[in-house]
T-cell receptor, first 114, second 113 residues
């Protein structure tokens, strides 16, 4: 049973518009959440994170929102650019963990059309 | 500063063969991990290490061994390869104040026939 789920395998967005990627989790012990971006033939790269004590974290065009009661987080990209086209993974880590035990979702492929 | 390096990039094995996937990092990170990526499954943790001489199992450890004799290196050994181990393998490291933010290597694509 997947503890972290990304229910949309793919998303297509027009350049300049907002991209919203969603992620749901089931484990209430998860305390820290991250988004990774992956280009083909490369390893994932860290994008943005949020602790469970916050409900929003912003970094330039990227904002992550956390709704703990709904066990849901989302990544907003505004404005979307063609270079944002990649696979995005959300990941979660439990409280008091050293950070090694990341549980990943299945990924969402984002395509930003010029 | 090379970050996390992995060798080889590609490998084809026959069922029953053994091999070692190499991983090295030059950031002096104490934490290192191995993941496998399969379509639709995201990345699943195989084994991890919190420091030299210390390793532990992740979500899918069966069929794999690890050791950590130095801070820099964390090899993954396949004891007797099976077609179910066909996957892309990623090594990652983290350390310092940003433990959760793991740095990933470029991956090894393994095919077992």
């Amino acid at each position: 049973d997947q503890q972290v789920k990304q229910n949309s395998p793919s998303l297509s967005v027009q350049e300049g518009r907002i991209s919203i990627l969603n992620c749901d989790y089931t484990n209430s012990m998860f305390d820290y959440f991250l988004w990774y971006k992956k280009y083909p033939a490369e390893g994932p790269t860290f994008l943005i994170s949020i602790s469970s004590i916050k409900d929003k974290n912003e970094d330039g065009r990227f904002t992550v929102f956390l709704n703990k009661s709904a066990k849901h987080l989302s990544l907003h990209i505004v404005p979307s650019q063609p270079g944002d086209s990649a696979v995005y993974f959300c990941a979660a880590s439990p409280k008091d963990d050293a950070g090694n035990m990341l549980t990943f979702g299945g990924g969402t492929r984002l395509m930003v059309k010029p | 500063n090379a970050g996390v390096t992995q060798t080889p990039k590609f490998q084809v094995l026959k069922t029953g063969q053994s091999m070692t996937l190499q991983c090295a990092q030059d950031m002096n990170h104490e934490y290192m991990s191995w993941y496998r990526q399969d379509p639709g499954m995201g990345l699943r943790l195989i084994h991890y290490s919190v420091g030299a001489g210390i390793t532990d199992q992740g979500e899918v450890p069966n069929g794999y061994n690890v050791s950590r004799s130095t801070t820099e290196d964390f090899p993954l050994r396949l004891l007797s390869a099976a077609p179910s181990q066909t996957s892309v393998y990623f090594c990652a490291s983290s350390g310092g104040m940003l433990l959760y933010e793991q740095y990933f290597g470029p991956g090894t694509r393994l095919t077992v026939t």
